[in-house]
């Protein structure tokens, strides 16, 4: 990888992470509920938005950037589990079921949408 790559990587992961912070408040503001709906929307919007991308077949510079750097910096794993425990915690666990298997299958359907797209 070629440090203009690299950095061209780092700089679209930040606008990533600005742009799921925005998301996310923005639909957690919009349907105020106890169920992380703004992870789960950020999360599927990338996954269809990866499917999209590795559809277009790009050069491999192209997806490191948009794909890891962007596309990474925009989803949250981490979030998405920390939400799911949390929870249960709460004593939701039908929610935090519903969490996992609709961001899962959500995901994976998401990218093959956005594959055939």
């Known amino acids: 990888?070629?440090?203009?790559?690299?950095?061209?990587?780092?700089?679209?992961?930040?606008?990533?992470?600005?742009?799921?912070?925005?998301?996310?408040?923005?639909?957690?503001?919009?349907?105020?509920?106890?169920?992380?709906?703004?992870?789960?929307?950020?999360?599927?919007?990338a996954a269809l938005l990866l499917g999209v991308l590795v559809g277009l077949t790009t050069s491999g510079r192209t997806q490191t950037i948009v794909g890891a750097g962007l596309l990474g910096g925009y989803s949250t794993f981490s979030t998405w589990m920390l939400e799911t425990v949390r929870l249960a915690e709460d004593r939701r666990p039908g929610w935090a079921v519903a969490n996992l298997v609709v961001s899962v299958v959500g995901g994976v359907l998401g990218i093959v949408a956005g594959r055939a797209l």
């Open 1 to 45: 990888m070629t440090l203009g790559v690299l950095l061209a990587t780092g700089a679209a992961g930040a606008v990533g992470t600005l742009l799921r912070f925005s998301v996310d408040g923005a639909v957690m503001r919009a349907f105020r509920r106890p169920f992380p709906l703004g992870t789960m929307v950020v999360n599927l919007s």
